[in-house]
């Protein structure tokens, strides 16, 4: 058996413990849905009668940044998990078995890839709800939820190295919150990018966040011809499904090795 068989093998028997785990313990889930759904009604219906968007109207224009939102802050549960295993002597306990050392960070970020198909379920049916709608085709509408999925799988490994650093889950919270944040509202999530002074908007441009959410825009159709007119010229929007691939690409190659060397690091002590 290769290293990476193996590895895959336990990782989806750790990723069986965290599912059932979570089914025990549905707090987190729970948080995970409520939040999007609080953002959908707040922008839709607060925010949504003062921001003008051309063509599709704000609450379409809305949906998608609200769900690479959603998948950010379901991502943070891998954070979370791990910095709570550390502390419980859990990851100790998986020491002691003949197990591949990497994994359980993939068992995490595998078992919350499938709290993403939940969660994900719960903000389109909202979103349907408050008159979001897909005005592509079926294929291009499951490409749109793929790359999310991918997304969240990418930004879940960022967030392992995230919980492996910081291992108080009180201080963690925080963190989380002051990085996802920042990186949604300077974006193209909740508005566009043509409003923001010079620095702030080229940031928006070249954020990942405003790539992923613009492709899943021109993949579930929400993207009118008038909005188009007054779209940015930056690359990574013009090209935004290629330049999603990309970052996501940019995020494991980066992200994986580091979490894992994190991981080694942090049971050694």
């Known amino acids: 058996m290769t290293a990476l068989t193996q590895a895959l093998g336990d990782g989806a028997v750790i990723a069986r413990r965290n599912v059932i785990k979570n089914q025990r313990v549905p707090d987190v889930l729970v948080s995970s849905t409520v939040a999007p759904i609080v953002f959908i009604l707040l922008f839709a219906y607060v925010f949504g009668s003062a921001i003008d968007v051309p ?8 949906i998608a940044g609200i769900l690479v939102q959603s998948m950010l802050f379901t991502a943070s549960n891998t954070a979370v998990g791990l910095a709570d295993d550390l502390k419980k002597g859990v990851v100790d306990r998986f020491r002691s078995l003949p197990i591949s050392q990497s994994a359980v960070l993939v068992g995490r970020t595998t078992s919350d890839l499938i709290n993403n198909v939940i969660v994900l379920t719960v903000m389109a049916i909202t979103g349907l709800l408050v008159g979001w709608r897909i005005r592509s085709s079926a294929l291009d509408a499951v490409m749109g939820f793929a790359l999310l999925f991918l997304f969240a799988y990418a930004a879940s490994w960022l967030m392992a190295v995230v919980g492996l650093m910081v291992r108080s889950t009180e201080v963690l919270a925080n963190v989380i919150l ?14 566009p990018t043509e409003g ?5 908007r080229v940031m928006a441009e070249w954020n990942p966040i405003s790539a992923v959410v613009q492709a899943s825009r021109e993949l579930f159709g929400n993207t009118a011809p008038q909005a188009a007119a007054v779209q940015s010229e930056a690359w990574p929007l013009q090209n935004a499904v290629p330049a999603s691939l990309l970052w996501i690409a940019v995020l494991l190659i980066v992200f994986v090795p580091l979490a894992i060397h994190r991981y080694q690091k942090a049971v050694s002590r």
């Open 55 to 62: 063509g599709s109207g704000y609450r379409e224009y809305l």
């Open 178 to 191: 002051m990085t996802i944040l920042p990186l949604t509202f300077i974006s193209n999530a909740f508005v």
């Open 196 to 200: 923001l002074p010079g620095p702030l």
